[in-house]
Structure formats: structure tokens, C-alpha cells
């Protein structure tokens, strides 16, 4: 496709936001009466971006405009359908809430789950106590909502309105929550809450 001008590139921008927030495209004299241009002008510009293989119009029909896609925007469409947005969490202090917006550090990309829908949000490990696990200071977990999970899970849990990443042990007489580094003591006889299992994890390779 051949590059657009700045004008041709706002008036296919606009067809395509009208097509999508009225479910129809506009006619010549709303792209006209937008742009503050005559009809004529219109005209020549559709020509154009027609030429340019960027619209198709159907003759005769006032709103017969459809904007062609390039491939490359066919493929990010396709990958975006396939694919659903987490939202990624920064470190929590305490009595800070975990899923506050102020607290979206940005957001990172999961397949779709066929087998239904899951609320799943990523969380940025800090500190060193899941060493053992092979989970690291600066990691990304990406964590399935849940309250409940089975012993030796890696969980989120909320302790003192703090969010931690550790290893759930449920035994006969209580639950407590263990760290994967011998450095580290099990937090025992203090009252958490787990709020997601950790399903995935995420790392930047760096070459030092």
C-alpha cells in the first residue's frame, strides 16, 4: 500500500471511527462538514485513498465505504482476539490495595483460555525468599483469582494487607506459609489470606 498524506490519513481514520461507534460509515458531506472541506474535495480524497487500496466503495450507496486492512493490522487484530491483557501490579506496601488502578504498572499478554473464562492479574516479585523455586527479585507471576488452594501451592496471600508470594502448607491442625529459601522463616500462627495461584511465571533475560 502506497503512504497516505496527513489529511487522506485522518479522513480514513475517520470513516473507520464512525463505522465502528454507529455501525455504519459516513457520507460525504459528514466527512465534508468534519474536515470543514467541500464535497469535491471529499471526492478526491476517497479517489485517492481507493487508488491506494486503503477503501473500498460501493457505487450508488451513500454510506458504502469499508476501510481495507493492511495484513500487518489483520495480524495484530488476529493476535489481539487470541490473546487477553492481565494487569500487571507493582509492589504492595502495606494497607495499600493490591488491584487499586494507581497501582497497574502496565499489562502482559495470555492466551485465551478455552476451557472458560478465568480473572487472572500479574504480580512483580520482590525480594528473595522463593529462590528455591526458581522464582527471583523482579520476576512477573502471573496469578489465577482464587481464595482457596492445596498444599504445597505457590499462592499469593495478603498478609498484614501486604501481598507475598509463598508456598502453602495446609496441615490438620492449621495452614501457614513457607518460603523457598532456607533463609527465610515459614510464617506460622499469623493470620493471611490467599487471594490467586501462581499458574505461570515470567522473566527479561539480561546478558550482564
Known sequence: MDKLTVKQQKILNFI???????????TLKEIADKFGITIGTVQDHIYALQKKGYLERKKDIARGFKVI????????????????????????????????NDNIQGYVTMEKNSRGHQIHFALKVKGESMNDSGIYDGD????????????????????????????LRNKR??????????????????PFQIIGKVIELRRDYKIM
Open 16 to 26: 473507520e471511527k464512525h463505522r465502528i461507534e454507529q455501525t455504519y460509515p459516513p
Open 69 to 100: 486492512k493492511s495484513a500487518e493490522e489483520k495480524n495484530i487484530a488476529k493476535l489481539k482476539s487470541d490473546v487477553d491483557m492481565i494487569p500487571l501490579y507493582g509492589n504492595v506496601a502495606a494497607g495499600e490495595p493490591i488491584f487499586a
Open 140 to 167: 512477573i507471576v502471573i496469578v489465577r483469582k482464587q481464595d482457596t488452594a492445596e498444599d504445597g501451592e505457590i499462592v499469593i496471600a495478603l498478609l498484614d494487607d501486604e501481598a507475598t508470594v509463598k508456598t
Open 173 to 190: 491442625i492449621n495452614a501457614y506459609l513457607e518460603a523457598s529459601n532456607s533463609k527465610y522463616k515459614a510464617i506460622i500462627n499469623k
